[in-house]
């Protein structure tokens, strides 16, 4: 892709331009939604139960996330849970067009909050994987998925953050969007891993007790890389300006946006809602 050519813009040329950028807007319009609903879990289930005062009930999802007495532990957990949130909150603000045009300073403020909550974010994921046993992370495999799913977001972050600087801006607006699918690679391993137990009508591939096995090492992997290879499907058939590639490309994200429904509902009706009532 050119520098001056847009970054999965909205208005594309020709029947299969238009349609590729009207599927593109639908996906991600979906998955704001639906980080919108992870964002509400969150609080709903982690902060109310800070706000009583009872942390040791996050131990129901994270087992021994919460250790009495380990204070910088229990920090960096809580840390962590905080800026998912705001991290989560605001990549939908930085993607909203009307903001960066209506509103620039405040795109530009919102956007260096939103570099700062990834770094804190990818930094505090590491510690945790690394250094804090019993958080429901899974074996080495699972470890080393999430591990660069944290570098991708500091490099990223990085890349962007340079681009903006040079005001190389159609560059920067990729890395933003690799940075936004990155960040979101907690929520892409839920709802894959419940549209996986949907499809199968339970846990197949891994251990449930364990929570080891090939298909969550697999997973650790695909919540950064698929949704990175996808995007770089749609920019390329963007740039081509070839209908067949446009049509392609809009094929595959048609069945993904599918795929993505699937996973938030099975997510939210067997992971979120319950521990919210």
Same mark, same amino acid.
């Given at each position: 892709m050119t520098s001056h050519s847009p970054a999965l813009a909205w208005l594309g040329t020709g029947l299969a331009g238009r349609t590729l950028a009207r599927v593109s807007a639908a996906w991600l319009l979906l998955a704001l939604l639906g980080q919108l609903v992870f964002v509400i879990y969150v609080l709903g289930f982690y902060g109310r139960h800070a706000l009583a005062g009872q942390p040791e009930l996050w131990n129901q999802v994270l087992p021994h996330g919460w250790r009495a007495g380990h204070t910088w532990g229990n920090s960096v957990l809580a840390g962590h849970l905080l800026f998912t949130i705001t991290i989560l909150l605001g990549g939908g603000l930085q993607l909203w067009p009307r903001l960066r045009h209506k509103a620039p300073g405040l795109h530009r403020?919102?956007? @260096?909050?939103?570099l700062l909550s990834a770094l804190i974010l990818s930094l505090g994921g590491l510690l945790m994987v690394w250094t804090r046993e019993g958080v429901g992370l899974g074996g080495l495999g699972q470890h080393l998925g999430i591990s660069l799913n944290a570098l991708f977001i500091l490099v990223f972050a990085w890349l962007g953050w @340079?681009?903006?600087r040079q005001r190389r801006m159609a560059e920067h607006r990729r890395w933003m969007l690799r940075l936004f699918l990155v960040v979101g690679g907690v929520w892409f391993f839920r709802i894959g &891993?419940? &549209?996986?137990l949907v499809v199968n009508q339970g846990p197949v591939g891994f251990d449930p007790k364990t929570f080891e096995g090939p298909f969550l090492t697999f997973l650790s992997f695909a919540q950064t890389l698929l949704p990175l290879a996808v995007l770089q499907g749609v920019l390329w058939a963007q740039a081509s300006q070839r209908p067949a590639q446009q049509w392609a490309?809009?094929?595959? &994200?048609a069945l993904l946006l599918l795929a993505t429904a699937g996973g938030i509902a099975a997510a939210s009706a067997l992971m979120w809602w319950p521990r919210l009532v």
């Open positions: 403020w919102n956007g @260096r909050f939103y @340079r681009a903006a &891993l419940m &549209l996986w490309a809009s094929a595959t &994200l």
